[in-house]
């Protein structure tokens, strides 16, 4: 029984739950940091928590060469499904569901959700995972709010924070996040991909690790780390 947590850098995560994959905002193609190929990428379930194209990335694709399950909001699901997608789990905010894996529920996020044709995205969201006795908190696309206060009551394992600035939070607030959060561990995600978000993860860590009792693990694309 095992979790197994790789980074594919920006805020594509994949999780292996004892052999069930779980890939959230698959953005691989045009990606310059990706570790890994669309057509290589495994998938039993894709999480999509918002519309921009960086985050709703190769999803059709990936779902239409695997077979997987989509969930998202309820605007996203009915997008995938004019793409011509049949396997869909619609969702929203503060909505949970349980799979032969484990759970997962929809979380708010502050951010936009604008697809990349311009239609509706609904509202934008964040994870939280249940999985083989761990819980573990996707923030996603976010700024910093006062109710993960809330999510952290939950005990969180494993957070996975953006730290990149501009369009997320940045190194400040992801800080605040994590003594709102209070975690075990926290993954710094969300930097470096393009310049407008350059980041020193190793000095935020050390800000982290002084301030908090929360451990900063930092991942190179590609490489994973077991809870």
């Known amino acids: ?94 909505g949970g569901s349980n799979h032969p894996w484990g759970r997962v529920k929809l979380t708010i996020a502050h951010h936009g959700s604008g697809l990349p044709d311009g239609s509706y995205g609904g509202n934008p969201c964040g994870f939280l995972f249940t999985v083989d006795g761990k819980k ?38 992801a800080l605040r996040a994590v003594k709102l959060l209070e975690p075990a561990k926290v993954l710094p995600i969300h930097y470096d991909t393009f310049d407008i978000i350059q980041q020193d993860p190793h000095a935020w860590k050390d800000r982290v690790e002084k301030e908090t009792s929360a451990q900063v693990v930092i991942l190179k694309p590609g490489d994973s780390l077991e809870l």
Not at 137 to 152: P, Q
């Open 1 to 94: 029984m095992s979790v197994r947590v790789t980074w594919y850098s920006h805020a594509c995560l994949h999780m292996d739950v004892n052999g069930t994959h779980l890939l959230v905002d698959p953005f691989l193609t045009g990606n310059p940091l990706a570790a890994v190929s669309a057509d290589q990428v495994p998938a039993d379930y894709i999480f999509v928590s918002h519309g921009h194209g960086d985050h709703l990335g190769d999803t059709v694709a990936i779902a239409k060469r695997t077979g997987a399950t989509v969930i998202s909001n309820f605007e996203i699901h009915n997008w995938l499904a004019a793409q011509g997608l049949k396997k869909l789990h619609p969702h929203h905010i503060g």
């Open 136 to 173: 573990i908190y996707h923030a996603c696309d976010t700024g910093l709010f006062y109710d993960m206060k809330l999510i952290g009551e939950e005990g969180i394992d494993l957070a996975v924070l953006p730290i990149g600035d501009n369009f997320t939070m940045g190194p400040d607030d």
